[in-house]
């Protein structure tokens, strides 16, 4: 069981070593998932080492062969930015990747908006992970507005793009106190996934994670350990809705439950992307902290 104090992982991690990695191009990984540098900077990052993971990231950038590799290393750095609750910085990187594929859009248009709706979300999803709400709904409404300017034949629909607006507006509104508006919200998310059948049949499954994240900010714990129970259950491979469970049971006054969850949600937490961002330092926090 990977833990705070011990991690199963044996790695290399001197600066010397990371530079190394990073000098040929031909070892660099643009998508970041799959062995060379820029794999090794995603286990720095998760490791908690996110200066020295940032020098290879940067090598990459800089020596990048394509402006797509050039975008697909600027948003690795963008989420090595989130690991450390940076939401400016990452933002700064999550726009040049929005610039990137605005370049994309009179050679594959569908995509290209369709991306420039993701990665401006993406950025939304860091800041709000960090306490940056204003920030973050700028971009969550700049992703939807980017995400429907994508012209026919659609490939993805107006309804998705809604619910996932609609999804963040009532997190927002429970982050700044508002109750009646983030139910309204929540309301509307209900709605709109019982409009579309077909976009909700693999949506649906975010719609107790969002109503166990209102419940859970606007101190309706009970709703909100029977909500995040669901999310869990129905999205076992995300370690923030886990970590949101640990959270409602330590306002509970639960602590061993909490401090199981959080455990699982830290030992989750291995992947490159928003969800592990926030989660694996926290929960590293929380274990390490005894709660």
Not at 2 to 9: A, E, G, M, S
Not at 75 to 96: L, Q
Not at 105 to 111: C, D, F, H, K
Not at 253 to 262: C, D, I, S, V
């Amino acid at each position: 069981m990977l833990t705070f104090t011990h991690v199963r992982r044996t790695m290399v991690t001197s600066l010397v070593t990371v530079v190394l990695l990073a000098a040929p191009q031909a070892n660099i990984d643009a998508q970041g998932g799959r062995g060379g540098a820029l794999a090794e900077a995603n286990r720095l990052d998760i490791d908690g080492k996110t200066a020295e993971a940032r020098v290879i990231f940067q090598r990459a950038i800089d020596s990048a062969a394509t402006p797509q590799t050039k975008a697909q290393a600027q948003r690795a750095m963008a989420i090595s930015y989130a690991f450390d609750g940076d939401c400016a910085n990452a933002v700064k990187y999550e726009e040049m990747v929005i610039g990137y594929w605005a370049t994309r859009e009179q050679a594959e248009p569908q995509n290209a908006f369709y991306q420039q709706g993701e990665v401006a979300n993406e950025a939304a999803r860091v800041c709000i992970d960090a306490g940056a709400i204003a920030i973050a709904e700028k971009y969550y409404r700049k992703g939807s507005e980017l995400g429907l300017k994508e012209p026919d034949p659609r490939t993805h629909p107006k309804s998705l793009w809604d619910f996932r607006l609609t999804h963040a507006l009532a997190r927002l509104a429970a982050r700044r106190g508002n109750v009646a508006e983030a139910r309204r919200q929540v309301a509307e998310a209900r709605r709109i996934l019982d409009s579309d059948s077909a976009m909700a049949s693999a949506q649906d499954r975010y719609y107790p994670y969002l109503a166990g994240y209102v419940a859970l900010y606007t101190n309706d714990l009970t709703s909100a350990e029977a909500e995040l129970t669901k999310a869990t259950q129905a999205n076992t491979g995300d370690p923030f809705m886990l970590y949101l469970l640990a959270y409602t049971y330590e306002r509970i006054g639960n602590a061993g439950k909490a401090k199981e969850r959080y455990q699982k949600a830290y030992d989750l937490a291995t992947a490159h992307n928003p969800p592990a961002a926030f989660t694996r330092p926290n929960a590293r926090k929380k274990i390490g902290g005894g709660l």
